[in-house]
């Protein structure tokens, strides 16, 4: 009798799979993509995932059986799995971590180790103090999770206690797989069996004479039932206002009994209605966007801002419905799917299916089956990044909206992936076609364009011919020698603010800073309240009168005197959102300013409200920060304000620049969007930048041109590949030395394409030092061969036994 073995992919980042053995009936049923319950280490249960199933067995170890199988049939998919080897591969992570990242996590039971009491054990004096403490808190609760445990003792390391109290036999230990994942049930009320006849019916009536709330209920119950559909106990209690204790009651005396249907939680409502008619521009764009599909899996769509370019995004996707395909729709932010959703559902209806992290557990679980199954509810996904992931079976077409976004980089945690570059790729493994559609694409799209690796489709025209907003630079060095700034507005920008707002029209402000303001000083001594674990100085919070540090979530109240010398000069300096905010009220005490950052959209609809309220006129001046850039559209916004522009330009980073025009641009395409021309106010110290005079004339090829030809100059993408190596540590000495010996080795073998070592900017963040390496790769040279010699000096690296201890994290294309 031949031994069959499976390989698992297991949850966790080490590189290898591991091999557990199953009886011939088991590997008869599993298939690639069921899941199974593993146990790993001397305590653990994972979820794993088969790979593969053969009759080889392991060298180095013998192989444990496996634990249970958790799915009648795959949960995922060969294609997806190819997908996950390349990102494993191209994004120099491990399998299991794409599965972890993959996977949403009701999926992915974990067990709890469980201890119980054992009855019969007497002799307490053997236990030591811990043991006794543990012993002890189970003579109150009949169980304790590990978790529980290390909350007793106040450490780490229990194992080994719990350990000695199993080998003294005090206790024994369970291990308990939780299930995350519970269906919706909702419950319906239906007359009892014995009711079916009239005469029964009336003999009901005279028996329930007296209850008369109950007599009320079945009444109700009564007139709902015309309807002929199924009748909700919830609606029933509105409807006749009786309470549920009333209903249990006529259940209890066999007259209703409850049954339950199990729901999906998120269910799309939405009419079919006809796609809108595309102007000749958009007809034009749609049928180039045709042609280059015949010869190009991927095409780049430049519409400039308010074109249009969602419609023809509709239109496509129709098609490929028709061709009974699926479509993934792919935005960069989880704001601006609540505005597409709206937009996709008048013409889709229940076909759209929405992914992000917003959603609960229960909730991805629902559309992670949906589209494996590829059923008709799911046949639009609409999603952020992590929708790449989900088991698609036959899909047809990705959109890939605002392609240029910095949110479609993962940073943390591992994979670090690029979803924009992995849905090509998935594109390509599903033979479907891709398309990158932004006002300001990516110098890397572009280029990649222009090479003729991608097809290339321009629209510059916006919807209804509208013209492009006004753009006036407003220099503040003249500002503030004439002494004509309010606050941190200009006369000028206070002049065109009160312009549009008694034209009852309404004005975006964009700072990308949130808070009041960044750095609070001591006018006397100069120094200002650091964060105990960061690098950096706290920021304000007027609301809450606290200070609080933007990297590590630690806060304090704001003090009234300084720490360092004891007197009560403490200044602001430098502004936020908040800030900006305080003023405006202050400024136009008769309007309504609303903010939006992260501060103010905690939550799953805090983003809505805030968008709702805006669309539907409540507020006249929205104030925030970059998530005001992302494609939104409000037809009634006649002018936006930048405040600072300056703070973006000098930003330590080769994309810098390149990232301020397509920020200033997006933000700008926020005006004038319906009939009106638009007004955009750019505040600046330096109007003469180049970057800022490309913006005013929204010249997209002379940014393009010019920020190409430092790339070249200085050897950075799109010419060369960047891979950066981030050391991370609590002790100084140790990333140093290991940053040191690290850059010495890759020096070895990539010479002058070693960039470092250097701190960051923000040099040390949660009580973690952090040292960066980059490294380029020029481009004729192998990229599996560079990323090969870079695993190699990496497994040498944590050979070392001072430097295991060190987080060692590489971002390829950083």
Same mark, same amino acid.
């Given at each position: 009798?031949?031994?069959?073995? $499976?390989?698992?992919?297991?949850?966790?980042?080490?590189?290898?799979?591991?091999?557990?053995?199953?009886?011939?009936?088991?590997?008869?049923?599993?298939? =690639?993509?069921?899941?199974?319950?593993?146990?790993?280490?001397?305590?653990?249960?994972?979820?794993?995932?088969?790979?593969?199933?053969?009759?080889?067995?392991?060298?180095?170890?013998?192989?444990?059986?496996?634990?249970?199988?958790?799915?009648?049939?795959?949960?995922?998919?060969?294609?997806?799995?190819?997908?996950?080897?390349?990102?494993?591969?191209?994004?120099?992570?491990?399998?299991?971590?794409?599965?972890?990242?993959?996977?949403?996590?009701?999926? #992915?039971?974990?067990?709890? +180790?469980?201890?119980?009491?054992?009855?019969?054990? +007497?002799?307490?004096? &053997?236990?030591?103090?811990?043991?006794?403490?543990?012993?002890?808190?189970?003579?109150?609760?009949?169980?304790?999770?590990?978790?529980?445990?290390?909350?007793?003792?106040?450490?780490?390391?229990?194992?080994? $206690?719990?350990?000695?109290?199993? =080998?003294?036999?005090?206790?024994?230990? =369970?291990?308990?797989?939780?299930?995350?994942?519970?269906?919706?049930?909702?419950?319906?009320?239906?007359?009892?069996?014995?009711?079916?006849?009239?005469? %029964?019916?009336?003999?009901?009536?005279?028996?329930?004479?007296?209850?008369?709330?109950?007599?009320?209920?079945?009444?109700?119950? @009564?007139?709902?039932?015309?309807?002929?559909?199924?009748?909700?106990?919830?609606?029933?209690?509105?409807?006749? !206002?009786?309470?549920?204790?009333?209903?249990?009651?006529?259940?209890?005396?066999?007259?209703?009994?409850?049954?339950?249907?199990?729901?999906?939680?998120?269910?799309?409502?939405?009419?079919?209605?006809?796609?809108?008619?595309?102007?000749?521009?958009? /007809?034009?764009?749609?049928?180039?966007?045709?042609?280059?599909?015949?010869?190009?899996?991927?095409?780049?769509?430049?519409?400039?801002?308010?074109?249009?370019?969602?419609?023809?995004?509709?239109?496509?996707?129709?098609?490929?419905?028709?061709?009974?395909?699926?479509? &993934?729709?792919?935005?960069?932010?989880?704001?601006?799917?609540?505005?597409?959703?709206?937009?996709?559902?008048?013409?889709?209806? =229940?076909?759209?299916?929405?992914?992000?992290?917003?959603?609960?557990?229960?909730?991805?679980?629902?559309?992670?089956?949906?589209?494996?199954?590829?059923?008709?509810?799911?046949? $639009?996904?609409?999603?952020?990044?992590?929708?790449?992931?989900?088991?698609?079976?036959?899909?047809?077409?990705?959109?890939?909206?605002?392609?240029?976004?910095?949110?479609?980089?993962?940073?943390?945690?591992?994979?670090?992936?690029?979803?924009?570059?992995?849905?090509?790729?998935?594109?390509?493994?599903?033979?479907?076609?891709?398309?990158?559609?932004?006002?300001?694409? %990516?110098?890397?799209?572009?280029?990649?364009?222009?090479?003729?690796?991608?097809?290339?489709?321009?629209?510059?025209?916006?919807? !209804?011919?509208?013209?492009?907003?006004?753009?006036?630079?407003?220099?503040?060095? /003249?500002?503030?020698?004439?002494?004509?700034?309010? !606050?941190?507005?200009?006369?000028?920008?206070?002049?065109?603010?009160?312009?549009? #707002?008694?034209?009852?029209?309404?004005? $975006?402000?964009?700072?990308?800073?949130?808070?009041?303001?960044?750095?609070?000083?001591?006018?006397?001594?100069?120094?200002?309240?650091?964060?105990?674990?960061?690098?950096?100085?706290?920021?304000?919070?007027?609301?809450?009168?606290?200070?609080?540090?933007?990297?590590?979530?630690?806060?304090?109240?704001?003090?009234?005197?300084?720490?360092?010398?004891?007197?009560?000069?403490?200044?602001?300096?430098?502004?936020?959102?908040?800030?900006?905010?305080?003023?405006?009220?202050? #400024?136009?005490?008769?309007?309504?300013?609303?903010?939006?950052?992260?501060?103010?959209?905690?939550?799953?609809? !805090?983003?809505?409200?805030?968008?709702?309220?805006?669309?539907?006129?409540?507020?006249?001046?929205?104030?925030? +920060?970059?998530?005001?850039?992302?494609?939104?559209?409000?037809?009634?916004?006649?002018?936006?304000?930048? &405040?600072?522009?300056?703070?973006?330009?000098?930003?330590?980073?080769?994309?810098?620049?390149?990232?301020?025009?397509?920020?200033?641009?997006?933000?700008?395409?926020?005006?004038?969007?319906?009939?009106?021309?638009?007004?955009?106010?750019?505040?600046?110290?330096?109007?003469?930048?180049?970057?800022?005079?490309?913006?005013?004339?929204?010249?997209?090829?002379?940014?393009?041109?010019?920020?190409?030809?430092?790339?070249?100059?200085?050897?950075?993408?799109?010419?060369?590949?960047?891979?950066?190596? +981030?050391?991370?540590?609590?002790?100084?000495?140790?990333?140093?030395?290991?940053?040191?010996?690290?850059?010495?080795?890759?020096?070895?073998?990539?010479?002058? @394409?070693?960039?470092?070592?250097?701190?960051?900017?923000?040099?040390?963040?949660?009580?973690?030092?952090?040292?960066? #390496?980059?490294?380029?790769?020029?481009?004729?040279?192998?990229?599996?061969?560079?990323?090969?010699?870079?695993?190699?000096?990496?497994?040498? @690296?944590?050979?070392?036994?001072?430097?295991?201890?060190?987080?060692?994290?590489?971002?390829?294309?950083?």
């Amino acid at each position: 009798m031949t031994a069959h073995f $499976i390989d698992v992919i297991l949850p966790i980042p080490i590189q290898k799979t591991f091999t557990y053995s199953v009886t011939e009936e088991e590997a008869n049923f599993l298939e =690639k993509g069921i899941r199974v319950a593993v146990s790993f280490g001397k305590t653990k249960m994972y979820t794993g995932l088969v790979l593969n199933i053969h009759t080889t067995a392991p060298t180095l170890y013998e192989a444990k059986e496996i634990h249970q199988i958790l799915d009648e049939k795959p949960l995922v998919n060969e294609l997806q799995l190819q997908h996950w080897q390349w990102i494993a591969s191209y994004y120099m992570c491990s399998l299991g971590e794409v599965f972890r990242a993959a996977l949403p996590s009701a999926f #992915l039971l974990e067990s709890e +180790t469980i201890i119980y009491k054992n009855e019969a054990f +007497t002799e307490e004096t &053997l236990l030591l103090d811990d043991e006794f403490l543990i012993y002890e808190a189970l003579q109150h609760q009949s169980q304790l999770t590990i978790h529980q445990v290390v909350a007793i003792l106040g450490k780490k390391k229990v194992m080994p $206690i719990i350990n000695e109290l199993v =080998k003294k036999a005090a206790i024994y230990i =369970k291990e308990e797989i939780y299930e995350q994942y519970k269906p919706k049930l909702i419950k319906y009320v239906r007359l009892h069996a014995d009711y079916a006849s009239d005469a %029964s019916l009336e003999q009901l009536m005279v028996t329930l004479s007296r209850a008369k709330k109950q007599r009320e209920a079945v009444l109700g119950f @009564f007139q709902l039932s015309t309807a002929k559909k199924p009748i909700k106990a919830k609606d029933l209690e509105e409807k006749t !206002g009786v309470s549920s204790s009333i209903l249990k009651s006529l259940v209890d005396k066999n007259i209703f009994e409850f049954y339950h249907i199990q729901t999906d939680r998120i269910n799309f409502e939405g009419s079919k209605n006809d796609l809108k008619q595309l102007n000749e521009f958009q /007809e034009k764009a749609l049928s180039e966007i045709t042609t280059s599909f015949k010869t190009n899996n991927v095409t780049l769509f430049h519409g400039i801002t308010s074109s249009g370019k969602t419609e023809v995004y509709t239109k496509l996707i129709q098609d490929v419905l028709d061709a009974g395909k699926q479509v &993934l729709f792919l935005l960069p932010e989880i704001a601006l799917t609540t505005q597409i959703i709206t937009r996709l559902q008048v013409y889709f209806g =229940k076909q759209i299916a929405v992914f992000h992290s917003k959603y609960s557990l229960n909730e991805r679980v629902e559309v992670w089956n949906n589209v494996l199954e590829n059923q008709a509810k799911a046949q $639009i996904v609409l999603g952020a990044r992590s929708s790449i992931f989900l088991p698609f079976s036959n899909l047809g077409l990705i959109v890939v909206d605002e392609e240029h976004e910095t949110s479609y980089k993962q940073y943390e945690p591992s994979p670090r992936y690029n979803a924009r570059d992995s849905a090509v790729v998935l594109a390509h493994i599903h033979k479907a076609k891709v398309l990158l559609g932004s006002a300001t694409p %990516s110098l890397e799209s572009y280029f990649n364009a222009q090479q003729k690796k991608y097809g290339f489709v321009a629209l510059n025209r916006r919807f !209804g011919n509208v013209q492009l907003p006004k753009i006036e630079l407003i220099d503040l060095k /003249e500002k503030h020698k004439k002494k004509l700034m309010n !606050g941190n507005f200009s006369d000028r920008l206070l002049l065109l603010i009160k312009e549009a #707002l008694d034209e009852k029209e309404q004005v $975006i402000l964009f700072q990308n800073r949130r808070g009041f303001s960044p750095v609070v000083e001591c006018k006397t001594c100069g120094v200002s309240p650091q964060c105990p674990n960061c690098d950096v100085s706290l920021t304000f919070h007027k609301f809450r009168q606290e200070l609080r540090c933007h990297y590590c979530n630690y806060q304090r109240a704001m003090p009234n005197s300084c720490g360092a010398c004891g007197k009560a000069t403490l200044d602001t300096k430098g502004f936020g959102t908040e800030q900006i905010e305080l003023e405006l009220k202050a #400024l136009f005490p008769d309007f309504v300013v609303g903010r939006m950052d992260l501060d103010t959209t905690r939550g799953k609809f !805090g983003y809505q409200k805030i968008i709702g309220a805006f669309e539907a006129k409540e507020i006249d001046v929205l104030v925030g +920060t970059q998530m005001l850039s992302k494609g939104l559209d409000f037809n009634n916004v006649t002018l936006v304000g930048i &405040l600072n522009a300056d703070g973006m330009l000098n930003f330590p980073d080769f994309r810098a620049h390149e990232r301020a025009y397509q920020l200033m641009v997006q933000v700008s395409g926020r005006a004038g969007r319906a009939k009106k021309q638009g007004k955009v106010a750019i505040q600046t110290f330096n109007p003469y930048h180049q970057i800022l005079q490309q913006v005013s004339e929204t010249n997209y090829t002379a940014m393009f041109k010019e920020q190409l030809q430092e790339r070249w100059q200085y050897k950075y993408p799109p010419y060369y590949r960047l891979i950066k190596i +981030t050391l991370k540590h609590k002790d100084y000495n140790k990333v140093e030395a290991g940053v040191n010996w690290l850059a010495k080795s890759l020096q070895n073998s990539f010479g002058e @394409f070693v960039l470092g070592p250097t701190a960051p900017a923000v040099s040390r963040i949660r009580n973690q030092y952090i040292k960066n #390496l980059v490294i380029k790769i020029p481009p004729k040279q192998s990229l599996k061969n560079t990323k090969n010699q870079i695993q190699k000096i990496k497994n040498t @690296f944590e050979s070392v036994k001072d430097f295991r201890p060190i987080r060692f994290i590489i971002d390829v294309d950083a």
